[in-house]
């Protein structure tokens, strides 16, 4: 049987608490890594996959919302599964979200060192990224009002750093720079652009890949019927509005298509603006960080629950259910996901997956998680409306059921799009994947708990 006292998660975290997990953990996205899409679709036709991604995401997270606040348990999509599929329903839909949380922290650690190395050169960068990990590590543990707090300070700076660069970029913003430029598919939306804007999709997915993380810290909030609805919702409204603004204003600031394969666009965007030596432009670099930082701590959150729960459901060793005697935090599993981190971290070198670095790979496998989730959890939204008509649901998905198909039609082309141009990536998925259920299906011995 589950012992209770040592699987309790306290509630502590209100509304503006998990609006700070819902922002921080996708902010870091909209600094990095999406630009990449104008390589393969130019700004319009990436502009095409950017608003297609961003309606699946809006009616996802107001579908997925329902389950949320219905079911807050910390393993998030996989009690959703569980509850509407049965064991190993859940299992495949746990194992790859925790696939998602676990392989994207490594790359992120690796852009804080090798921004902490930029900026100060005798810094190992790799030594910065396991630094990052340990440090971030110990905030979880100390107690989640502690990490929630964190979160929220570091996401505040990173999102006012997001609204100065567009107001400073904004006098130099003009459409003729964001509509023309170098790729000429861009503007006539001929078959190769309409090849790139499929092709693009993952990167658009950049913006927004991890908001579904809340869900992970909805067995520690207050009253989770009223405070969840309302962060998911204002925080997926956030980051909608950003990501627009930050690719639009990047877009307009010259030469788009000099930025559509650099690790950092906004800086490159700003001293368009105000120059290499201004102020601003330094506070940009500088701030960039917390960015990351608020992306990277709350993942750790987010993969440490994930981990809880399913070991807490005996799919992983029982060991890792356990919650630290004075802090109440997975504190076991929390050190777990960080050592198959920072492994990682130290492969970056010499290994090499599908062609791709390691980074890249990781960050690949990563989306492929989150895009099973989602499906899984728009499945089990309807399997759940039939099944359990009288489940108490605080919070109802808004155009049932055309929201949570649009959701789960959307989430369907991509998985396809993305198997279609990296189909070693998706083979070594499903192998990881696979591997995980059966080792899961080896272990059970009980019905799971869902608390």
């Known amino acids: 049987m589950e012992h209770k006292s040592k699987s309790h998660l306290q509630r502590r975290l209100g509304t503006f608490h998990l609006w700070g997990i819902a922002v921080g953990l996708v902010i870091s996205g909209e600094y990095f890594g999406w630009s990449f899409g104008w390589a393969t679709a130019g700004t ?7 608003v297609a991604v961003a ?5 996802f997270i107001f579908s997925y919302t329902e389950l949320t606040a219905a079911i807050p348990n910390a393993g998030g999509p996989f009690a959703y599964a569980t509850r509407a599929f049965g064991l190993w329903g859940g299992a495949i839909a746990g194992f790859a979200t925790l696939i998602e949380f676990l392989f994207a922290p490594p790359a992120i650690a690796l852009a804080i060192g090798a921004y902490l190395h930029m900026q100060f050169p005798q810094i190992d960068p790799k030594l910065a990224s396991v630094a990052a ?25 990173a999102v006012a750093e997001l609204l ?43 913006f927004f890949l991890a908001i579904e993380g809340v869900a992970m810290a909805a ?68 701030l960039g960080l917390f960015g990351l930082i ?63 670095s390691l980074t890249a790979s990781i960050v690949t496998l990563s989306v492929f998680g989150a895009l099973i989730l989602y499906i899984i959890s728009m499945a089990a939204l309807f399997k759940l409306r039939k099944s359990e008509p009288d489940l108490d649901r605080p919070f109802v998905a808004p155009f049932y059921p055309a ?47 869902l608390a």
Do not use: C
């Open 44 to 50: 319009l036709g990436f502009l095409v996959s950017t």
């Open 55 to 59: 309606a699946m995401y809006l009616t």
């Open 133 to 157: 990990y340990i440090l971030f590590m110990a905030v979880n543990i100390a107690g989640i009002e502690i990490a929630a707090t964190f979160e929220l300070v570091v996401t505040l700076v």
């Open 164 to 206: 100065v660069f567009m107001g400073v970029t904004a006098p130099i913003f003009e459409l003729k720079s964001f509509v023309s430029g170098g790729w000429s598919g861009a503007d006539h939306f001929t078959p190769a652009a309409i090849s790139g804007i499929f092709a693009a999709l993952p990167f658009a997915i950049w």
């Open 219 to 286: 067995e520690e909030a207050k009253d989770p019927g009223r405070t969840i609805p309302r962060a998911y919702i204002t925080g997926i409204l956030t980051l909608t509005v950003l990501a627009f603004g930050v690719m639009i204003f990047v877009g307009g600031s010259g030469d788009w298509a000099a930025l559509a394969s650099v690790n950092d666009p906004l800086p490159q965007a700003m001293k368009r603006a105000v120059g290499e030596s201004s102020g601003w432009l330094h506070m940009l670099v500088w």
């Open 294 to 356: 608020a992306s990277f701590h709350g993942i750790i959150m987010g993969y440490a629950r994930q981990i809880f729960a399913l070991a807490r459901a005996g799919l992983l060793p029982l060991v890792f259910a356990r919650l630290h005697p004075r802090f109440k935090t997975p504190h076991i599993a929390t050190i777990a996901g960080g050592l198959v981190g920072i492994g990682a971290i130290y492969s970056d070198n010499f290994v090499q997956i599908a062609g791709q």
């Open 403 to 449: 929201f949570p198909a649009f959701a789960l039609l959307m989430a369907s082309v991509t998985i396809v799009t993305m198997v279609w141009f990296n189909p070693q990536l998706a083979a070594i998925f499903v192998a990881m994947l696979a591997l995980a259920v059966f080792a899961a299906a080896r272990r059970k011995r009980r019905p799971p708990t």
